[in-house]
């Protein structure tokens, strides 16, 4: 059984069993997938209540993830000053508070309103993410990383295949009105129908935000493994950012993230969307919600193979293959119309499934003391998910939906090329090759 780092050195307190405290931490992951995934349930409903055009929609991605490159480097610091503990608690806390913030945003009626609390929500993420993926990869072996990172990975995705479910039942369960419906509404009608709308995730994000707080208690005053020696506090003196970017492997990495979560993110928000085109699946956004849920649990199950997989097989040369599948299903759905198209679309959400946690572990390996700096800048490259799901939906204003498929494909194309050469350390020897 793997033990921390720091538990030979700690002897004030008792040795926590790692496996206990792997279990603990892979709720957090659980949590912050479900948040993440209400998105995209949040972008075809908050498009109809303020008849948002795709790029307008797209800034729900754009305001989200946008946080994660903003707040990077600041959560990177303040994990390094608390630890990554307490650093999971503060971003419990963060993310709570903006839960809640649901409350009056749905009150004012304000698209603005909405975006600015779910910028707050993302702040307390990254903060999750800052401190728990690398808390998860250094919790046993390194070989083992990979592997250990992708199982915590696939509680995140029980989360977002969870979330769709939820949010289709509680947040787009009424009747969506089109623009044109919506223009011969009688005033009175039109506004009772907005406020209605804008009210509708007030429930679903207040339970959540008192989930948040309860959870942040609980990890609070369970005794997880300190893990001291690995973060920046253990030597804040001699490294800086220079010393991190010489790594090639982590540089490669940083692009990796932004190019996996971009394409990730974008085809996950445009796929109730996509499938309630009559020439795609000519479906309610309701019942889309309900294949956007198969696509998170493909996810999952990916991940939970995936996991038992790398142990024994390459995880760059299984990164690639996955990268290689998936631009071949793009290409499909966007040649192709009905049942096709919306399977092969799908389907992406298997291969999928290793990429974040593989990406993230190769890009952190025999980094050490660098881990925590290193950590925030992969952090930093989720904005992917902001920039990406924007310029897809500017594409898709501008040559269609359908089509605008292209950009996640030539992001998985980069993909391909890390796992193949860019994952590969300075000194071109690895543990598991």
Known sequence: MPTSPSSTSSQSAPVVNTRVALAVVTTIFFMWGFLTCLNDILIPHLKSVFQLNFAQAMLVQFTFFGAYFLMSLPAGRLVARVGYKQGIVIGLVIAGIGALGFWPAAELRIYGAFLATLFVLATGITVLQVAANPYVALLGPERT????????????????????????????????????????????????????????????????????????????????????????????????????????????????????VGAEVAIGSLMVNYFSLPEIGGISEAQASNYLMAYWFLAMVGRFAGSALMVKLSPRKLLATFAAVNMALLAITMTSTGAVAMYSLIGIGLFNSIMFPTI??????????????????????????????????????????????????????????????????????????
């Open 145 to 260: 990383s990979s592997s250990r990172l992708t199982l915590a990975q696939a509680l995140n995705s029980l989360g977002t295949t969870l979330a769709p479910y939820f949010g289709g039942m509680l947040i787009l369960s009424n009747t969506v009105r089109s623009p044109e419906q919506i223009a011969v509404m009688p005033e009175v009608e039109r506004a009772t129908y907005f406020a209605h709308e804008a009210q509708a995730v007030q429930g679903p994000y207040l339970g959540l935000g008192i989930f948040l707080f309860l959870l942040a208690v609980f990890v609070f005053l369970f005794r997880l493994p300190a893990l001291t020696e690995t973060t920046e506090a253990a030597d804040t003196s001699s490294h800086s950012w220079g010393d991190v970017l010489r790594h090639r492997h982590l540089v490669f990495g940083v692009l990796g993230i932004f190019f996996y």
């Open 360 to 433: 993230f572990a190769l890009s952190i390996e025999r980094l050490g003391p660098l881990t925590s700096k290193a950590s925030s800048l992969l952090i930093m490259a989720i904005v992917g998910g902001a920039i990406v799901p924007y310029l897809q939906g500017v594409l898709a204003d501008r040559i269609g939906l359908h089509h605008s498929f292209i950009l996640p494909l030539l992001c998985y194309g980069y993909i391909i090329f890390y796992g193949l050469v860019g994952s590969r350390t300075s000194t071109g020897v690895t543990q598991q090759d």
